[in-house]
């Protein structure tokens, strides 16, 4: 009865927290670039002011009271659903592509939980100082330098997750109105609810759960396994260079270091003469190791050091891997300072890897996969544009009224009934003609509305009937409404109806 | 691995032994099971606190949120928080926001009314509530009606005129159709040569010698059909009678049949029983006066009017 208990409570395992150390490198540049760029559109792009006859003046709002979503000189209603449709669809084809290519770049680069998190790992950073310091102070007591340092941060992340959670709430109320409403109490309920719950939600996120949220909590972290192939690029650890036959081991004199190389001091701005001999040194201390059967790993952990889901990477590719490139950086920084060639760890292919004789790492596209993921991109993205350029002024249903389905007159004609719902999508009062074609002209009857004025954001409705003969009925079983914009006859757009008499209704 | 050893290794125990050897396991609740079961107890609390909760003497403990409405007398009334107050107040929100409409209503002319876009699109939206309210039972929703019981609202006849006016009128005093029983007066052939003359009016296939003797039976005192439905057969909107030789029926149940013979028994039918169930109700006193201009240009909107 108490058979497999063990199992159980291993389900659970406390957080073990990981202290970061910084590094510097080619991919700490771009992420930090990719964090700017984010945070600026982010947090700044509400504030953009954006000159409207009849609307909020806020480059991005979406309106949802006045049900209207206002995107710099686009307005899109409810009833554009489908380029939002669409749009979810590229970003998911736009994330397999890229997965296939290049791995988890969105997770490691892109992904807003990287993003925040990066950045409360900085502010922890220049609070609590670099890694050593952060670690010892995890482990000394509860006393007042502890207290002011652990609490100082925790503040910190509290204020960046408010103004987080207070921007999100602006992408749906005018700013800077929001902002004064919410600390006068004036702002609506909505406002507050949004705004305590994105902060906490932010706050535990990328202050207290970080790289758990990627293991335990996101699914695409737990479905990308299925969108590598071995030509896709990864981060991966090169083993066979790292370890050798010997395995890797720590750098001592005899087994690789360039004792030069560490007395000199700075690198990069020395002559050519005392970088060849450098050079030199290292060759001849690496070759030193490999006849010894060392790899070139030296053991160091700085990979392990930087990673913030706490892996290592020379474990192997493991699905905790965010593919954040830091352990590349941090691996050839101590090449670089011992003089060995860069790229242990670095993008490359488990193909590549795998084979005989490795090649340059490169992008590998001519694949199915991938060209069928691009095609689909390209036909996606250029429908949508195509959509949005071609967008309508107006929106309108035609609804043929259904009791009853026809309505026999008292002279033997047949008459139906059709109700047309115009929505002014301009930004200007408009006045709408509705013609038919199919049926005479004089079928038609549009009461007292032969043009219907509508102002910019409403709907209007329309009543229209359409008279036949009993010989013209049964012959014809639709037709066509027209909704012509006066003044624009090229936005006419037109709708088929059905007609229905006695026998031909179905 | 034995049961004794498991046992040692992993459950506790209550930690008292009996008879020796007699101990209990101790499996508690999980942690997160206990604290979401405080979490309901406090939630509870504060619900009773806030809302309605506990039966007290003779009424109950009522909770401190309450709500203010104004009620159909236009007294304010405030209660404790229940689903009617709640109700009564979104009523009283909604009546308030319809209110300029309906004084619009009030103050504009029918064809003022007819239009304008805006006043159209609201008479379409109140027009509908109102008359699902109180017209669809009878007139169905979309105002067909039902032959033999209820006339259709959507074609071009109207019993007693399609004006405004008259459309009002009718809402406002209600209407009695009657027609006398003629089983009891006539002959059977005397009834079937009348229905085949009215088949006629229509142009439904009839038997030519009958309908002549019909047309004189229906012109003469015996039968004295021309009295409500006039010489020319083509009704009196006054008293409500219909047109006999347009295509729209009402009583007799011309269109369910497909034969000549059947439409002309259904035609015979409604001679001899005659009709005492045209009844339009009263509606004045029912509903206000704004509601009843609001159905009437959404009656008038139906079937087009006159």
């Known amino acids: 009865m108490q058979s497999g208990l063990e199992d159980q409570l291993a389900l659970y395992q406390k957080r073990i927290p990981i202290f970061t150390r910084s590094v510097k490198g080619r991919f700490r540049r771009f992420k930090t670039a990719v964090l700017a760029l984010a945070y600026a559109i982010y947090f700044l792009l509400p504030w953009l002011p954006w000159a409207r006859p009849d609307a909020p003046s806020q480059a991005v709002l979406f309106d949802l009271p006045g049900r209207r979503f206002l995107i710099f000189g686009l307005t899109v209603y409810p009833q554009d659903v489908i380029w939002l449709a669409l749009l979810l669809f590229i970003a998911a084809i736009l994330l397999f592509f890229v997965t296939g290519l290049v791995g988890r770049a969105f997770c490691g680069y892109f992904c807003f939980q990287t993003l925040w998190t990066d950045f409360f790992?900085?502010?922890?950073?220049?609070?609590?100082?670099?890694?050593?310091?952060?670690?010892?102070?995890?482990?000394?007591?509860?006393?007042?330098?502890?207290?002011?340092?652990?609490?100082?941060?925790?503040?910190?992340?509290l204020l960046a997750s408010f103004w987080t959670a207070i921007t999100f709430a602006a992408y749906f109320s005018p700013v800077p109105q929001l902002v004064i409403d919410f600390f006068t109490g004036q702002?609506?309920?909505?406002a507050y609810i949004?705004?305590?719950?994105?902060?906490?939600?932010?706050?535990?996120?990328?202050?207290?759960?970080?790289?758990?949220?990627?293991?335990?909590?996101?699914?695409?972290?737990?479905?990308?396994?299925?969108?590598?192939?071995?030509?896709?690029?990864?981060?991966?650890?090169?083993?066979?260079?790292?370890?050798?036959?010997?395995?890797?081991a720590v750098v001592r004199a005899g087994r690789g270091i360039a004792l030069e190389r560490r007395k000199g001091g700075a690198r990069g701005g020395d002559a050519p003469e005392r970088r060849h001999i450098q050079l030199s040194n290292a060759e001849r201390a690496r070759a030193e190791r490999q006849a010894q059967g060392y790899g070139d790993?030296?053991?160091?952990?700085?990979?392990?050091?930087?990673?913030?889901?706490?892996?290592?990477?020379?474990?192997?590719?493991?699905?905790?891997?965010?593919?954040?490139?830091?352990?590349?950086?941090?691996?050839?920084?101590?090449?670089?300072?011992?003089?060995?060639?860069?790229?242990?760890?670095?993008?490359?292919?488990?193909?590549?890897?795998?084979?005989?004789?490795?090649?340059?790492?490169?992008?590998?596209?001519?694949?199915?996969?991938?060209?069928?993921?691009?095609?689909?991109?390209?036909?996606?993205?250029?429908?949508?544009?195509?959509?949005?350029?071609?967008?309508?002024?107006?929106?309108?249903?035609?609804?043929?009224?259904?009791?009853?389905?026809?309505?026999?007159?008292?002279?033997?004609?047949?008459?139906?009934?059709?109700?047309?719902?115009?929505?002014?999508?301009?930004?200007?009062?408009?006045?709408?003609?509705?013609?038919?074609?199919?049926?005479?002209?004089?079928?038609?009857?549009?009461?007292?509305?032969?043009?219907?004025?509508?102002?910019?954001?409403?709907?209007?409705?329309?009543?229209?009937?359409v008279r036949l003969s009993p010989n013209e009925a049964a012959r014809i079983r639709q037709f066509e409404l027209t909704i012509t914009p006066v003044g624009r006859p090229g936005e006419a757009r037109s709708e088929r109806v059905r007609f229905d008499s006695p026998g031909h209704t179905s | 691995m034995s049961e004794q050893k498991l046992q040692s290794q992993t459950v506790q125990t209550t930690g008292h032994a009996w008879d020796g050897d007699l101990q209990e396991y101790n499996n508690p609740l999980p942690v997160w099971w206990v604290y979401t079961f405080y979490a309901t107890v406090i939630f509870a609390i504060v619900y009773w606190t806030i809302y309605p909760s506990w039966p007290f003497g003779k009424g109950w403990l009522g909770g401190v949120a309450d709500i203010t409405y104004v009620n159909s007398d236009g007294e304010t009334k405030t209660h404790s928080w229940n689903t009617r107050a709640l109700l009564m107040e979104k009523?009283?929100?909604?009546?308030?926001?319809?209110?300029?409409?309906?004084?619009?209503?009030?103050?504009?002319?029918?064809?003022?009314?007819?239009?304008?876009?805006?006043?159209?699109?609201?008479?379409?939206?109140a027009g509908k509530a109102l008359f699902s309210d109180n017209c669809a039972p009878c007139h169905q929703a979309g105002g067909q009606g039902k032959i033999g019981f209820f006339p259709n609202l959507t074609d071009d006849d109207w019993l007693y005129g399609g004006t405004y006016a008259k459309i009002h009128e009718t809402l406002m005093e209600g209407r009695r159709g009657y027609m006398p029983t003629f089983g009891e007066v006539l002959a059977a052939d005397q009834i079937d040569s009348l229905a085949n003359y009215v088949a006629s009016l229509s142009g439904i296939p009839h038997d030519a010698g009958k309908a002549s003797a019909g047309n004189v039976l229906f012109h003469s005192e015996t039968a004295a059909c021309f009295y409500c439905h006039g010489g020319d057969a083509k009704g009196r909107k006054d008293i409500g009678a219909p047109n006999l030789t347009d295509n729209i029926w009402l009583w007799a149940d011309v269109p369910g049949s497909d034969a000549a013979e059947g439409k002309i028994a259904a035609i015979r039918n409604v001679i001899a029983q005659g009709l005492n169930k045209g009844v339009m109700p009263v509606w004045a006193g029912r509903l206000s006066s704004e509601q009843i201009k609001v159905l009437t240009v959404y009656v008038h909107d139906l079937g087009g009017g006159q």
Request: glycine share 8%; hydrophobic share 35%.
């Open chain 1, 121 to 157: 790992i900085w502010i922890e950073h220049r609070v609590q100082g670099e890694r050593p310091a952060r670690v010892r102070l995890y482990r000394q007591p509860w006393d007042r330098e502890k207290i002011l340092k652990v609490a100082g941060t925790h503040v910190l992340w």
């Open chain 1, 187 to 190: 702002a609506a309920a909505a």
């Open chain 1, 194 to 248: 949004t705004v305590t719950v994105l902060t906490l939600s932010t706050y535990a996120a990328a202050g207290l759960m970080r790289e758990q949220i990627c293991t335990y909590v996101c699914p695409y972290g737990r479905f990308q396994s299925v969108m590598y192939e071995a030509e896709t690029l990864a981060v991966h650890y090169d083993a066979k260079r790292g370890e050798g036959t010997q395995g890797r």
């Open chain 1, 297 to 465: 790993c030296v053991d160091c952990g700085l990979c392990v050091q930087v990673c913030p889901v706490g892996i290592d990477i020379r474990d192997g590719l493991q699905y905790k891997c965010i593919s954040c490139g830091l352990c590349i950086d941090a691996c050839n920084t101590i090449m670089d300072s011992f003089g060995f060639p860069r790229g242990l760890i670095r993008y490359d292919s488990e193909k590549n890897l795998a084979s005989q004789t490795p090649l340059a790492p490169k992008l590998h596209w001519k694949r199915l996969k991938i060209i069928g993921y691009g095609v689909a991109l390209i036909l996606m993205t250029g429908y949508l544009g195509y959509s949005i350029a071609t967008r309508s002024s107006f929106d309108r249903a035609v609804s043929q009224v259904r009791q009853p389905l026809y309505v026999v007159l008292s002279n033997g004609d047949i008459r139906n009934r059709y109700q047309v719902r115009i929505t002014n999508k301009s930004g200007t009062a408009t006045r709408y003609r509705i013609t038919v074609r199919g049926v005479p002209v004089q079928a038609l009857d549009l009461g007292n509305f032969e043009e219907i004025g509508i102002k910019p954001g409403h709907s209007g409705l329309v009543q229209a009937s």
């Open chain 2, 91 to 125: 009523l009283n929100a909604a009546s308030v926001e319809q209110k300029p409409y309906f004084d619009k209503v009030a103050s504009m002319s029918y064809e003022q009314i007819a239009k304008d876009p805006e006043m159209s699109g609201f008479i379409q939206s």
